[in-house]
């Protein structure tokens, strides 16, 4: 498993899309401080389920999304999506058919959150499952951020215990084991759930025992009450019907007569209505009429008073015309004379604007040509100035340059005395490194030797522990298989307890027949074991019987209540149990010997009926009995055969009236022609099934008990087998070990040897670099000492080209500054000239717009008084027309009101005459309704004992329909014939009340409850024990879990310890560290220290190292849990930032022999890391808060260069 492709989206500064490709090898990614690579970490820690908003350097986790820059807004989410290559290394078994995996993480500002692999929505959980136990999640130790390298080393020694665990591959261990242990908590507090309630259920069952024997008395009271009160309220609702129908009859006959009163009343009451609807409307006209007539009057005041209005209205246009008139003749001898004014200012205007022009004209001319010397004076001033300032510099330059270059010819004296000492000892080095070098290849030969014998015995360990581990998972599965048949054994075994339970306490028999199994069972615990059934006297008969399971509904049905029935050995035996129930008065109960019994049977006529459609068998064909007992049961079910259905039967019954028929749901035709069938909630709930039941449970406990032995013998023989190859295996690893530390030495020796080869020729490199570097020095020098002279003789030329150009410059100004000054009066001369003609052309302008304005507002004037006098001439001739047309108006409503008061007279005359005739008829009403209302009471009294007597025939119903769920309508028939004192029956009710009085409140719903509750205690018991079981195997499961793990971490942490003890002196170039247990009392668990000895030191905790000394440890101990564990890929956050270049170098050493196994991954600054990178990339901030990639290919620019 190597990272192939990391891929972000507005993650932190990377606002744009930007997809980075992981090769194999190393890859190193490079940038200044603050572009964001750091972020390409945090990028990798987050999509591999980081949920530490603080591991990612934020506040929360809305910090990791794009929060803008200059001149970009912020995003709404942000995504990384990270893709895994199979490279057939270690990778998740659920992926192992897939070439590569990719997990997507997406965070929306909303706080919504993402997690996809291979584009499917996942949990987080499925994430971490992938990396978990390889060292490579996001706290893995594959992963070292930056400043992390210091916390490994200042951190808690329990904390440091994680890795050592994630690298012995226990992280799912644990899990499963707190898994375990959340579910063994919770066990326990169902059980003790579980027990309170059991303890409280029985405690119930006891009490509803007894509330249950006191309901049935009760019932039965209540069914005689029952009776009693039936009859009684059938006789009541007898003589109430009868009550009703009389009250009927009167009430009807009053009614006839009301009809006739109501028809002549109806008459009279349509000709007064009329009368009355036609008065209203009468009244209603004349209203609607002397509401017009004032209308019109007031229309008459309103035109005349308007008439009056518009008289004025004239008057006052006339008067307004002659004013407006007046105003008018004034003004325009006003415009006159201010026109005269305007027209003299208007010439004035035009003389001072001319004269003023020409003044600003002179004054321009003579401005420019003063400015234009001025200019030529400044510039040959400043050139002058400039001139000296340079011949200033070049003589100080001259001077300063001939000492350099007295000082750079004795620096070529000296660099000639370096360059033949250096070759000298390059000389030297070359003979040394030729030494080194053979040294080097001894070494080598002998160490692939022996690591050639070390693959071959790792190849036995690995068949060994393959084997092993196929053993291991065989050995689950035969554990599974046995905890499997324990558990259906325990099933079966707890079931067929409780129902021999039943069986033997006779649970669903009668109490008379309890009390004689009881009686027999306590006279036969006298007698040996072995006597007991021999002297057995009774058996009830569902025991002795025994049918399929497809005919025990039938069965049931067919012998009922007989089923309670007890087979005894002779009558005498039952008669004594008799005697014994009497005198215990514990029930009644049925004993049947078959000594007195008919021989009813007829051959020939069973042959019939069996022959018959419809009929499937009869019922002595199907069961099974003792032979002791076959006579007797024979004859209780002669004649009795199973039909397919009621129908069948009741035609049977016609030629064959003797047999009773009975189908398999259980509906029976009897002999004597009564039908009963129906529907029950479990027609074979009953006795046989539970006898059925109990031997179907003992077959299965037969069966499930040999599974389970042969389980566990096949267990067994694995489990030596298992022991066996672990021994081997042990050997086997054990060899590996001293091979191991054969080839842990080789290899130290060939790296001290390559070390000594490597820094043989690196010293020769320097040296020889050093040469090249005094050579170009010395080139540079004389070079430098040319150039110098080169420049003292331009410098010369430049000065005396200097010197003369001064010189020209001061004859330019003394020319130029002769006759300036008389220019300048002139100038000032006309600008004062020029400023007070413009002063009196503002005063000319302002006197002109001053006129104009008034002879506008004149103007204006003159306009309003024409457009008045207008406007008054042309209301004046409207308003006299208005005023004539309203004359005319006036005059036809004077004597349309006069007609108006005419009608209005006549129409009051006729309402008058109406109103006597209405009052007539109200009198011949009133009468009637008098007569009308006493046939209504007579009809009133007949209805209200009418519906007295409904009312109680009405309640008698609900009551008993309330009270017994029956329809007194329908079945008061049934007690008509009935004789007998009510008086005795009502004291005879009385009693029995009384007695229920004593029994007291009653649960009537106790019977059924209490069967509900036992089903519920059984089935709760046989849980508690199921519980009781699962405990103890989660006990054992977390047993076993600690002994893995505590074996593995043991294992992995001698490992690393060793490593460590040789990784540390080549890091340091020599001292000792080692890695110490140290016991946590609180957690239960071993912390681990760490103690180093750097060259030179005395052996000390790390805490007292320096901050170099410190880094160079941590990534001590990484690099050795790596060398035992390798993850399938590192990621080195600045991890050498703290080292100086010694040890920088050998740091790097390290991680090309990492970069064998491991993907490396390096953020760094260092140019000596950056070298051993196969692939650069650099982290750019061209835009401010916006990083960007740019990548460099070192392997294929090394090929291109070598072509």
Same mark, same amino acid.
């Given at each position: 498993?190597?990272?192939?492709?990391?891929?972000?989206?507005?993650?932190?500064?990377?606002?744009?899309?930007?997809?980075?490709?992981?090769?194999?090898?190393?890859?190193?990614?490079?940038?200044?401080?603050?572009?964001?690579?750091?972020?390409?970490?945090?990028?990798?820690?987050?999509?591999?389920?980081?949920?530490?908003?603080?591991?990612?350097?934020?506040?929360?986790?809305?910090?990791?999304?794009?929060?803008?820059?200059?001149?970009?807004?912020?995003?709404?989410?942000?995504?990384?999506?990270?893709?895994?290559?199979?490279?057939?290394?270690?990778?998740?078994?659920?992926?192992?058919?897939?070439?590569?995996?990719?997990?997507?993480?997406?965070?929306?500002?909303?706080?919504?959150?993402?997690?996809?692999?291979?584009?499917?929505?996942?949990?987080?959980?499925?994430?971490?499952?992938?990396?978990?136990?390889?060292?490579?999640?996001?706290?893995?130790?594959?992963?070292?951020?930056?400043?992390?390298?210091?916390? &490994?080393?200042?951190?808690?020694?329990?904390?440091?215990?994680?890795?050592?665990? $994630?690298?012995?591959?226990?992280?799912?261990?644990?899990?499963?084991?707190?898994?375990?242990?959340?579910?063994?908590?919770?066990?326990?507090?169902?059980?003790?759930?579980?027990?309170?309630?059991?303890?409280?259920?029985?405690?119930?069952?006891?009490?509803?025992?007894?509330?249950?024997?006191?309901?049935?008395?009760?019932?039965?009271?209540?069914?005689?009450?029952?009776?009693?009160?039936?009859?009684?309220?059938?006789?009541?609702?007898?003589?109430?019907?009868?009550?009703?129908?009389?009250?009927?009859?009167?009430?009807?006959?009053?009614?006839?007569?009301?009809?006739?009163?109501?028809?002549?009343?109806?008459?009279?009451?349509?000709?007064?209505?009329?009368?009355?609807?036609?008065?209203?409307?009468?009244?209603?006209?004349?209203?609607?009429?002397?509401?017009?007539?004032?209308?019109?009057?007031?229309?008459?005041?309103?035109?005349?008073?308007?008439?009056?209005?518009?008289?004025?209205? &004239?008057?006052?246009?006339?008067?307004?015309?002659?004013?407006?008139?007046?105003?008018?003749?004034?003004?325009?001898?006003?415009?006159?004379?201010?026109?005269?004014?305007?027209?003299?200012?208007?010439?004035?205007?035009?003389?001072?604007?001319?004269?003023?022009?020409?003044?600003?004209?002179?004054?321009?001319?003579?401005?420019?040509?003063?400015?234009?010397?001025?200019?030529?004076?400044?510039?040959?001033?400043?050139?002058?100035?400039?001139?000296?300032?340079?011949?200033?510099?070049?003589?100080?330059?001259?001077?300063?340059?001939?000492?350099?270059?007295?000082?750079?010819?004795?620096?070529?004296?000296?660099?000639?005395? $370096?360059?033949?000492?250096?070759?000298?000892?390059?000389?030297?080095?070359?003979?040394?490194?030729?030494?080194?070098?053979?040294?080097?290849?001894?070494?080598?030969?002998?160490?692939?030797?022996?690591?050639?014998?070390? @693959?071959?015995?790792?190849?036995?360990?690995?068949?060994?522990?393959?084997?092993?581990?196929?053993?291991?998972?065989?050995?689950?599965?035969?554990?599974?298989?046995?905890?499997?048949?324990?558990?259906?054994?325990?099933?079966?075994?707890?079931?067929?307890?409780?129902?021999?339970?039943?069986?033997?306490?006779?649970?669903?028999?009668?109490?008379?027949?309890?009390?004689?199994?009881?009686?027999?069972?306590?006279?036969?615990?006298?007698?040996?074991?072995?006597?007991?059934?021999?002297?057995?006297?009774?058996?009830?008969?569902?025991?002795?019987?025994?049918?399929?399971?497809?005919?025990?509904?039938?069965?049931?049905?067919?012998?009922?209540?007989?089923?309670?029935?007890?087979?005894?050995?002779?009558?005498?035996?039952?008669?004594?149990?008799?005697?014994?129930?009497?005198?215990?008065? !514990?029930?009644?109960?049925?004993?049947?010997?078959?000594?007195?019994?008919?021989?009813?049977?007829?051959?020939?006529?069973?042959?019939?009926?069996?022959?018959?459609?419809?009929?499937?068998?009869?019922?002595?064909?199907?069961?099974?009995?003792?032979?002791?007992?076959?006579?007797?049961?024979?004859?209780?079910?002669?004649?009795?055969?199973?039909?397919?259905?009621?129908?069948?039967?009741?035609?049977?019954?016609?030629?064959?009236?003797?047999?009773?028929?009975?189908?398999?749901?259980?509906?029976?035709?009897?002999?004597?022609?009564?039908?009963?069938?129906?529907?029950?909630?479990?027609?074979?709930?009953?006795?046989?099934?539970?006898?059925?039941?109990?031997?179907?449970?003992?077959?299965? +406990?037969?069966?499930?008990?040999?599974?389970?032995?042969?389980?566990?013998?096949?267990?067994?023989?694995?489990?030596?087998?298992?022991?066996?190859? !672990?021994?081997?295996?042990?050997?086997?690893?054990?060899?590996?070990?001293?091979?191991?530390?054969?080839?842990?030495?080789?290899? +130290?020796?060939?790296?001290?040897?390559?070390?000594?080869?490597?820094?043989?020729?690196?010293?020769?490199?320097?040296?020889?670099?050093?040469?090249?570097?005094?050579?170009?020095?010395?080139?540079?020098?004389?070079?430098?000492?040319?150039?110098?002279?080169?420049?003292?003789?331009?410098?010369?030329?430049?000065?005396?080209?200097?010197?003369?150009?001064?010189?020209?410059?001061?004859?330019?100004?003394?020319?130029? +500054?002769?006759?300036?000054?008389?220019?300048?009066?002139?100038?000032?001369?006309?600008?004062?000239?020029?400023?007070?003609?413009?002063?009196?052309?503002?005063?000319?302008?302002?006197?002109?717009?001053?006129?104009?304005?008034?002879?506008?507002?004149?103007?204006?004037?003159?306009?309003?008084?024409?457009?008045?006098?207008?406007?008054?001439?042309?209301?004046?001739?409207?308003?006299?027309?208005?005023?004539?047309?309203?004359?005319?108006?006036?005059?036809?409503?004077?004597?349309?009101?006069?007609?108006?008061?005419?009608?209005?007279?006549?129409?009051?005359?006729?309402?008058?005459?109406?109103?006597?005739?209405?009052?007539?008829?109200?009198?011949?009403?009133?009468?009637?309704?008098?007569?009308?209302?006493?046939?209504?009471?007579?009809?009133?009294?007949?209805?209200?004992?009418?519906?007295?007597?409904?009312?109680?025939?009405?309640?008698?119903?609900?009551?008993?329909?309330?009270?017994?769920?029956?329809?007194?309508?329908?079945?008061?028939?049934?007690?008509?014939?009935?004789?007998?004192?009510?008086?005795?029956?009502?004291?005879? @009710?009385?009693?029995?009340?009384?007695?229920?009085?004593?029994?007291?409140?009653?649960?009537?719903?106790?019977?059924?409850?209490?069967?509900?509750?036992?089903?519920?205690?059984?089935?709760?018991?046989?849980?508690?024990?199921?519980?009781?079981?699962?405990?103890?195997?989660?006990?054992?499961?977390?047993?076993?879990?600690?002994?893995?793990?505590?074996?593995?971490?043991?294992?992995?942490?001698?490992?690393?310890?060793?490593?460590?003890?040789?990784?540390?002196?080549?890091?340091?170039?020599?001292?000792?560290?080692?890695?110490?247990?140290?016991?946590?009392?609180?957690?239960?668990?071993?912390?681990?220290?760490?103690?180093?000895?750097?060259?030179?030191?005395?052996?000390?905790?790390?805490?007292?190292?320096?901050?170099?000394?410190?880094?160079?440890?941590?990534?001590?101990?990484?690099?050795?849990?790596?060398?035992?564990?390798?993850?399938?890929?590192?990621?080195?956050?600045?991890?050498?930032?703290?080292?100086?270049?010694?040890?920088?170098?050998?740091?790097?050493?390290?991680?090309?022999?990492?970069? +064998?196994?491991?993907?490396?991954?390096?953020?760094?600054?260092?140019?000596?890391?950056?070298?051993?990178?196969?692939?650069?990339?650099?982290?750019?901030?061209?835009?401010?808060?916006?990083?960007?990639?740019?990548?460099?290919?070192?392997?294929?620019?090394?090929?291109?260069?070598?072509?």
């Amino acid at each position: 498993m190597r990272i192939k492709k990391l891929e972000l989206i507005g993650f932190k500064s990377f606002k744009d899309r930007t997809v980075i490709q992981f090769d194999a090898g190393i890859t190193g990614v490079v940038g200044p401080n603050g572009c964001g690579k750091s972020n390409i970490v945090d990028a990798l820690v987050w999509v591999m389920g980081e949920m530490s908003a603080k591991h990612l350097r934020g506040s929360s986790m809305e910090d990791v999304i794009f929060a803008g820059a200059e001149g970009y807004a912020p995003m709404g989410m942000c995504e990384v999506s990270l893709t895994l290559e199979n490279d057939g290394g270690p990778f998740p078994v659920k992926y192992l058919n897939h070439s590569e995996v990719m997990i997507t993480r997406r965070l929306h500002r909303s706080g919504e959150s993402e997690y996809l692999i291979n584009k499917e929505p996942a949990r987080l959980r499925d994430i971490h499952e992938i990396f978990m136990d390889t060292g490579a999640g996001s706290k893995g130790f594959s992963i070292i951020e930056q400043g992390a390298i210091g916390k &490994i080393v200042t951190a808690k020694p329990e904390d440091r215990r994680v890795l050592i665990e $994630e690298a012995a591959g226990i992280t799912k261990f644990k899990a499963r084991k707190r898994e375990s242990q959340r579910k063994l908590t919770a066990t326990e507090a169902n059980l003790v759930r579980l027990q309170d309630i059991i303890g409280e259920l029985k405690r119930q069952l006891d009490s509803l025992q007894r509330q249950a024997q006191r309901a049935e008395r009760y019932r039965k009271l209540k069914k005689e009450m029952e009776d009693i009160d039936l009859w009684l309220s059938s006789k009541e609702f007898v003589e109430l019907h009868q009550r009703v129908e009389d009250a009927q009859t009167a009430f009807n006959e009053a009614q006839s007569q009301e009809i006739e009163s109501q028809s002549g009343l109806t008459t009279v009451e349509a000709e007064l209505a009329e009368l009355r609807a036609g008065s209203l409307e009468g009244e209603k006209v004349i209203e609607d009429f002397r509401i017009g007539l004032k209308t019109n009057q007031d229309s008459v005041r309103e035109k005349e008073n308007l008439i009056q209005e518009l008289r004025f209205e &004239i008057e006052q246009a006339k008067r307004s015309k002659e004013m407006a008139g007046s105003l008018y003749d004034e003004n325009r001898i006003r415009e006159q004379a201010i026109l005269n004014d305007y027209n003299q200012v208007v010439e004035k205007l035009a003389s001072v604007e001319r004269l003023a022009e020409e003044l600003k004209t002179d004054y321009e001319t003579q401005k420019g040509i003063l400015a234009e010397r001025k200019e030529r004076i400044e510039s040959a001033d400043n050139e002058l100035s400039d001139k000296r300032r340079e011949l200033l510099t070049v003589s100080g330059a001259e001077t300063e340059t001939r000492a350099k270059q007295g000082s750079l010819q004795e620096a070529v004296a000296n660099l000639d005395r $370096e360059v033949n000492q250096a070759r000298t000892v390059l000389d030297e080095l070359q003979i040394q490194k030729e030494e080194f070098e053979k040294n080097r290849t001894k070494v080598f030969n002998q160490f692939e030797s022996e690591r050639q014998m070390q @693959m071959e015995i790792m190849n036995d360990v690995e068949s060994l522990q393959a084997s092993r581990d196929e053993m291991n998972a065989d050995f689950e599965k035969k554990e599974a298989d046995v905890l499997q048949y324990k558990d259906k054994l325990n099933e079966v075994v707890s079931r067929l307890y409780g129902l021999e339970n039943l069986r033997d306490n006779f649970e669903g028999f009668q109490e008379g027949v309890k009390s004689v199994m009881f009686w027999q069972k306590q006279n036969l615990e006298s007698l040996p074991e072995d006597q007991r059934q021999a002297q057995e006297s009774f058996r009830p008969l569902s025991e002795v019987v025994q049918v399929p399971e497809k005919f025990e509904v039938a069965l049931e049905a067919a012998l009922g209540p007989k089923l309670q029935m007890l087979i005894s050995n002779d009558d005498e035996k039952s008669l004594q149990a008799v005697d014994y129930l009497k005198q215990q008065k !514990s029930g009644r109960s049925t004993f049947y010997s078959g000594q007195n019994m008919l021989q009813t049977h007829d051959g020939s006529e069973t042959s019939m009926v069996q022959q018959c459609r419809g009929v499937e068998c009869l019922l002595t064909d199907v069961i099974q009995i003792p032979e002791k007992h076959t006579q007797v049961v024979n004859h209780l079910l002669d004649k009795v055969a199973v039909v397919e259905n009621i129908r069948d039967g009741i035609e049977l019954h016609g030629q064959f009236p003797a047999w009773t028929f009975v189908t398999l749901e259980g509906d029976v035709f009897t002999r004597e022609g009564m039908i009963s069938g129906g529907h029950a909630a479990d027609a074979s709930s009953g006795v046989l099934k539970r006898q059925r039941e109990i031997k179907e449970l003992q077959l299965a +406990k037969e069966e499930w008990s040999g599974k389970l032995a042969l389980a566990q013998t096949a267990m067994k023989a694995l489990q030596a087998k298992l022991k066996q190859v !672990s021994d081997n295996l042990e050997k086997a690893q054990q060899d590996q070990k001293d091979k191991d530390i054969l080839i842990a030495g080789l290899k +130290k020796d060939l790296e001290r040897a390559e070390a000594e080869v490597k820094n043989a020729e690196q010293a020769f490199t320097r040296q020889e670099s050093s040469l090249d570097q005094s050579l170009q020095r010395q080139a540079d020098k004389l070079k430098e000492y040319e150039e110098l002279t080169r420049y003292i003789n331009e410098m010369t030329e430049k000065k005396n080209a200097l010197t003369d150009r001064i010189e020209e410059l001061g004859n330019i100004l003394e020319t130029e +500054k002769l006759g300036i000054g008389d220019l300048q009066d002139k100038v000032t001369e006309l600008q004062v000239e020029s400023a007070k003609k413009h002063q009196e052309l503002i005063g000319v302008r302002t006197e002109h717009e001053r006129l104009e304005r008034t002879l506008n507002d004149v103007r204006e004037q003159m306009n309003k008084m024409d457009a008045e006098t207008s406007k008054n001439t042309q209301s004046m001739s409207e308003n006299q027309v208005l005023m004539e047309e309203k004359k005319v108006e006036l005059e036809n409503l004077i004597q349309k009101v006069s007609e108006q008061e005419a009608q209005l007279s006549k129409m009051r005359n006729e309402f008058e005459t109406s109103n006597a005739r209405m009052f007539e008829l109200q009198e011949q009403v009133s009468g009637m309704m008098s007569e009308k209302n006493r046939l209504q009471s007579i009809m009133n009294d007949s209805q209200l004992v009418l519906e007295q007597a409904k009312m109680k025939e009405q309640n008698l119903l609900e009551h008993i329909e309330e009270r017994y769920q029956k329809n007194l309508a329908e079945i008061a028939h049934q007690y008509a014939d009935r004789e007998g004192d009510a008086d005795a029956s009502r004291e005879e @009710m009385k009693s029995l009340k009384e007695k229920l009085n004593r029994i007291g409140e009653v649960n009537l719903s106790a019977i059924e409850e209490y069967d509900e509750l036992a089903d519920r205690y059984e089935f709760l018991s046989k849980q508690y024990n199921d519980l009781i079981e699962a405990k103890d195997q989660l006990r054992k499961v977390i047993d076993r879990i600690n002994r893995i793990c505590s074996k593995r971490f043991k294992e992995t942490f001698e490992a690393v310890n060793e490593r460590f003890q040789r990784v540390f002196p080549v890091l340091f170039g020599g001292g000792e560290a080692r890695l110490i247990l140290i016991e946590d009392p609180e957690k239960g668990e071993m912390g681990i220290d760490i103690v180093s000895k750097p060259p030179g030191k005395k052996l000390q905790s790390v805490s007292l190292l320096s901050g170099g000394e410190k880094a160079l440890t941590a990534v001590s101990l990484i690099f050795s849990i790596f060398l035992v564990k390798p993850s399938p890929y590192c990621l080195l956050d600045e991890v050498d930032a703290p080292l100086d270049d010694a040890n920088v170098m050998r740091f790097n050493d390290l991680v090309r022999e990492m970069a +064998k196994r491991s993907q490396i991954i390096v953020v760094t600054h260092n140019k000596y890391t950056m070298e051993i990178a196969e692939k650069l990339y650099g982290v750019t901030m061209e835009e401010k808060g916006v990083s960007k990639m740019v990548s460099v290919d070192l392997g294929a620019a090394d090929l291109i260069t070598a072509r």
